[in-house]
């Protein structure tokens, strides 16, 4: 398929008001971040999704790389939410994709705090959102969402032993125009039930395998040890130490340790 007919096929399917009603397709990209933040830089409105290949520079969080091979997905939405709704914006996203895979696989995917798509304790999907915030107007918020569709996480060294893919967990080659469709409209309906005051934080915090278990947490400044015992409304993660006292911790890398 050329790209104006993966375009269309995605779009034909869609069942959204304004989510993928402009959708570009780039055979290669160095990152869809910086391809959406240049679209809305020339004025690409609310809902544009850029969706790429391959990526020679994927990004991922915390300064990290993100490998995007042929057969991976690699897909970016602009949403302009209201500055109350950013912090939900995590949470959606990360339900939206493991709704998709269920509906597409039916694989029951589970979230690692905050926002790693994880199956059978292996990643299947990172997201990674960047914004851009003025006088308390978000300009503009960049969703980028990375699924190891169709590919071997095995024959890549850096991820084999932490990463698996959605054909090795079903079995079989997965449509790429089924998922992004299915994910485009999950997150739609899950964007405007957010806007309507819907406590998506509490399905976030259902389908969240960290709470419960003994972790780790690296901020990048501490290491946090202790219980994860819930998550706050704005998805901070909440910590109990081994001395009974609670910490928030706002961003880091979860580790759960094993006893
Ligand atoms: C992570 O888990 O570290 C987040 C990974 C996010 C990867 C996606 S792929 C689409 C978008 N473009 C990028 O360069 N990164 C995000």
Request: net charge positive.
């Amino acid at each position: 398929m050329n790209n104006y007919n993966i375009e269309s096929s995605i779009k034909n399917r869609l069942n959204t008001r304004f989510i993928g009603k402009t959708l570009y397709y780039f055979p290669k990209l160095a990152t869809t971040m910086e391809t959406a933040r240049n679209l809305v830089k020339k004025g690409a409105g609310e809902g544009t999704v850029v969706i790429a290949g391959t990526q020679t520079a994927g990004k991922g969080r915390i300064g990290r790389t993100w490998l995007s091979p042929k057969g991976s997905l690699a897909m970016s939405v602009i949403l302009k939410p209201a500055l109350e709704n950013l912090p939900q914006l995590v949470m959606i996203a990360s339900l939206a994709v493991i709704r998709a895979i269920k509906e597409v696989t039916g694989q029951e995917a589970r979230i690692k705090w905050p926002n790693d798509v994880m199956i059978n304790g292996k990643k299947v999907c990172g997201i990674l959102i960047e914004n851009e915030v003025s006088k308390g107007t978000v300009n503009f918020a960049d969703i980028g969402i990375g699924i190891n569709v169709n590919f071997s996480p095995r024959k890549f060294p850096e991820i084999a032993d932490l990463a698996t893919s959605l054909s090795h967990e079903a079995g079989r080659e997965i449509s790429h125009t089924e998922l992004v469709v299915k994910l485009l409209n999950n997150l739609e309906q899950l964007y405007l039930e957010a806007q309507q005051g819907a406590p998506v934080h509490l399905e976030w915090q259902r389908n969240m395998e960290t709470l419960g278990h003994r972790i780790k947490v690296d901020t990048g400044k501490t290491i946090e040890q202790g219980w994860a015992q819930t998550t706050a409304e704005n998805g901070n993660l909440i910590v109990r130490r081994a001395d009974g006292s609670l910490v928030e911790i706002v961003a880091g890398d979860v580790t759960v340790i094993k006893d």
